[in-house]
Nanobody, 117 residues
Framework: QVQLVESGGGLVQPGGSLRLSCAAS????????MGWYRQAPGKQREVVAR???????NYADFVKGRFTISRDNAKNTMYLQMNNLDTEDTAVYYC???????????WGQGTQVTVSS
């Protein structure tokens, strides 16, 4: 079973940048489409971006042009470069492998991103 560990979150001012990492232990990461998700207080978890095994990407409209998802299969790691952050981006960010309306793996602890002046 793959275990996921997210890191890289923190407190940043509006307009700032952060780079999140998702480290996967165990086998199977390189064979799965992966995605970044986020959950803001009082809201449901939502998909932020997805990346296929070959590197094709898809973004939610609210992050297009600001966030970039990437992966390094040799390192079993996925990244999310977040630029021009807004207060609306404040949330706990998670990674997982989407399948249908669900996910493959047990959720990790996530990493908190707080955008505030």
């Amino acid at each position: 079973q793959v275990q996921l560990v997210e890191s890289g979150g923190g407190l940043v001012q509006p307009g700032g940048s952060l780079r999140l990492s998702c480290a996967a232990s165990g086998s199977g990461f390189s064979m799965k489409e992966m995605g970044w998700y986020r959950q803001a207080p009082g809201k449901q978890r939502e998909v932020v971006a997805r990346i296929t095994t070959s590197g094709s990407t898809n973004y939610a409209d609210f992050v297009k042009g600001r966030f970039t998802i990437s992966r390094d299969n040799a390192k079993n790691t996925m990244y999310l470069q977040m630029n021009n952050l807004d207060t609306e981006d404040t949330a706990v960010y998670y990674c997982n492998a989407p399948i249908g309306i669900g996910v493959h793996f047990v959720w990790g602890q996530g990493t908190q991103v707080t955008v505030s002046s």
